[in-house]
């Protein structure tokens, strides 16, 4: 459309009005203007006009970005009916799936699946037959989101995983000859780096064949639960985040009798848990040291906990990172 100027005006908490289009069209061009009204109720003249050009999205949101296809049984040895796909946010905070699909391959929408999101480490599987699929499989504790329609090919395809409109997060085309274990003969295709870069999905060095017959869905390749919630080191106050209140409860914790409980299993900050989890400066000890490093990493430009900065699994924590 042609360029455009608005006569209808809304008029913000903020005491600025904006004219504001009734639509806003893709590859639109549109002109804004804007003015503000003082403290007294006086309005300032219009503002120059912004032309601009409406363009669609260009990407993900951070947290969808982390999504990855881990597993894929393409050729079951028991027929269609057993294939699956497995997922997993291999990120550090919740993702919501209700934008998310499969659009190729095979096809799913999270929107009204029964997994609307994922914390950091936790697997999903979309499958083609459930009926068929929890007679196989043990699926207490795992979360199934729904069955998918289309099949996997045997001889492979690409299957794509996409946000919003279209948008691409990751995409795979697989081959049966990358592993002849995986073609029919019992076995899933997985990969075997989850956090490598997102190109390297379609490389067959990326993958291998599960462990154990019949894959591993909603598990790590080794087939074991990962123990332990995720946790960001250094955060005493289990908000998510390292910052300079979680200095200020660990020298509580040790010095000023706090009464708040200790975030994770053992009876004082240096046991179970708690030491993984506030041991910032990595010397096997919880004491003054561990929240003076933090200061200086927050302020000083030091190093960050001995951890690292991401969210990691902690035997004997609960699970903080991504929580509100």
Same mark, same amino acid.
């Given at each position: 459309?042609?360029?455009?100027?608005?006569?209808?005006?809304?008029?913000?908490?903020?005491?600025?009005?904006?004219?504001?289009?009734?639509?806003?069209?893709?590859?639109?061009?549109?002109?804004?203007?804007?003015?503000?009204?003082?403290?007294?109720?006086?309005?300032?003249?219009? /503002?120059?006009?912004?032309?601009?050009?409406?363009?669609?999205?260009?990407?993900?949101?951070?947290?969808?970005?982390?999504?990855?296809? $881990?597993?894929?049984?393409?050729?079951?040895?028991?027929?269609?009916?057993?294939?699956?796909?497995?997922?997993?946010?291999?990120?550090?905070?919740?993702?919501? +799936?209700?934008?998310?699909?499969?659009?190729?391959?095979?096809?799913?929408?999270?929107?009204?699946?029964?997994?609307?999101?994922?914390?950091?480490?936790?697997?999903?599987?979309?499958?083609?037959?459930?009926?068929?699929?929890?007679?196989?499989?043990?699926? !207490?504790?795992? +979360?199934?989101?729904?069955?998918?329609?289309?099949?996997?090919?045997?001889?492979?395809?690409?299957?794509?995983? $996409?946000?919003?409109?279209?948008?691409?997060?990751?995409?795979?085309?697989?081959?049966?000859?990358?592993?002849?274990?995986?073609?029919?003969?019992?076995?899933?295709?997985?990969?075997?780096?989850?956090?490598?870069?997102?190109? !390297?999905?379609?490389?067959?060095? /990326?993958?291998?064949? !599960?462990?154990?017959?019949?894959?591993?869905?909603?598990?790590?390749?080794?087939?074991?639960?990962?123990?332990?919630?995720?946790?960001?080191?250094?955060?005493?106050?289990?908000?998510?985040?390292?910052?300079?209140?979680?200095?200020?409860?660990?020298?509580?914790?040790?010095?000023?009798?706090?009464?708040?409980?200790?975030?994770?299993?053992?009876?004082?900050?240096?046991?179970?848990?708690?030491?993984?989890?506030?041991?910032?400066?990595?010397?096997?000890?919880?004491?003054? $040291?561990?929240?003076?490093?933090? +200061?200086?990493?927050?302020?000083?430009?030091?190093?960050?906990?001995?951890?690292?900065?991401?969210?990691?699994?902690?035997?004997?924590?609960?699970?903080?990172?991504?929580?509100?």
């Amino acid at each position: 459309p042609a360029a455009w100027e608005s006569e209808e005006i809304a008029e913000l908490e903020s005491g600025i009005s904006i004219a504001i289009p009734p639509l806003l069209e893709v590859g639109g061009a549109y002109r804004v203007r804007s003015r503000m009204k003082d403290s007294s109720g006086r309005w300032s003249h219009w /503002s120059p006009p912004l032309e601009f050009i409406v363009g669609p999205p260009t990407a993900p949101f951070p947290a969808q970005a982390d999504l990855r296809i $881990t597993e894929l049984m393409y050729h079951p040895s028991g027929g269609s009916d057993f294939e699956f796909v497995e997922i997993l946010n291999t990120g550090d905070s919740l993702l919501d +799936l209700s934008l998310v699909s499969f659009t190729a391959g095979i096809e799913f929408s999270f929107a009204q699946s029964d997994v609307a999101a994922l914390f950091p480490g936790e697997y999903a599987v979309v499958v083609k037959n459930r009926t068929a699929f929890e007679a196989l499989y043990d699926t !207490s504790g795992m +979360l199934v989101a729904g069955e998918y329609s289309g099949s996997l090919e045997n001889a492979g395809e690409l299957v794509a995983l $996409t946000f919003g409109a279209n948008q691409p997060i990751l995409s795979v085309e697989y081959d049966d000859r990358w592993h002849p274990e995986t073609d029919g003969l019992g076995y899933s295709l997985e990969i075997a780096d989850p956090h490598a870069p997102a190109q !390297s999905w379609n490389d067959s060095a /990326s993958w291998m064949p !599960s462990q154990f017959l019949h894959g591993t869905p909603g598990l790590p390749p080794s087939g074991i639960p990962e123990q332990g919630g995720l946790q960001r080191p250094g955060d005493a106050n289990q908000d998510a985040e390292v910052d300079i209140s979680d200095a200020i409860l660990l020298l509580l914790h040790l010095f000023g009798g706090s009464h708040s409980p200790l975030p994770c299993e053992g009876s004082s900050p240096g046991e179970g848990g708690n030491l993984a989890l506030l041991d910032a400066s990595g010397d096997g000890a919880v004491d003054i $040291t561990d929240a003076i490093h933090i +200061l200086g990493f927050l302020f000083r430009g030091g190093s960050p906990p001995f951890a690292g900065t991401g969210c990691i699994r902690i035997e004997g924590c609960p699970n903080r990172c991504g929580l509100p």
